[in-house]
């Protein structure tokens, strides 16, 4: 349920990175985090240096954490500097962060890993697919359901709270260089669902 453009059973840890209010959002837009866990993604999109933020992320055990207002621009796909006088997606959207550390490759003795991360996933964690953008194939951390579950509910509870909304994309939908939230997040099932349409 949201109150106050706030979720409730949400943990509330304040962004520094944002700025300007959301009066009518259009666009929800999904992330894959691409950090160590959803706990350490929230610390560090929380500290000046990162110039960036979600309105909320959600981990892989279900955990939920908010760092902006639902009625406030979140710095999600891009920060002010990176506008350059565009009509900036953060200004019509709502940014919601899923702690999945993205693209993985198999290592020397056969683990899945992410390089950038230095941390090591089961095979029955990861699919190997190509991204749309991609010519190669690599491993894909799979979404854990409850993640996706509490996405969609999320999604839904946010419609109810603002009508304007219109339409689910991925971040690789709205900046050209993004491979977020990847092939295994289901977008066009998700988008069917709650908008009756793909």
Request: charged content about 15%; aromatic content about 8%.
């Amino acid at each position: 349920m949201i109150e106050n453009h706030r979720l409730t059973g949400a943990q509330f840890l304040e962004s520094p990175n944002h700025g300007g209010s959301l009066e009518a959002p259009t666009v929800i837009v999904a992330h894959y985090t691409a950090g160590h866990s959803a706990a350490k993604s929230a610390q560090w999109l929380c500290s000046k240096q990162a110039r960036a933020s979600a309105h909320i992320i959600i981990g892989r055990a279900g955990e939920l954490y908010q760092l902006v207002p639902f009625n406030v621009i979140a710095w999600h796909a891009g920060t002010p500097t990176h506008w350059r006088g565009k009509a900036a997606v953060n200004s019509f959207s709502i940014g919601i962060e899923l702690d999945n550390p993205g693209p993985v490759v198999k290592d020397s003795s056969g683990a899945w890993r992410a390089l950038a991360l230095g941390r090591t996933f089961r095979n029955d964690e990861v699919v190997v697919a190509t991204h749309p953008k991609s010519r190669d194939a690599c491993g894909w951390v799979t979404y854990t359901p409850i993640q996706l579950a509490i996405f969609e509910h999320l999604c839904h509870d946010l419609i109810a709270a603002y009508p304007t909304l219109q339409a689910l994309a991925g971040h690789e939908d709205v900046k050209v260089a993004k491979l977020d939230p990847g092939p295994l997040f289901p977008k066009d099932h998700l988008s069917a669902r709650l908008f009756g349409r793909s």
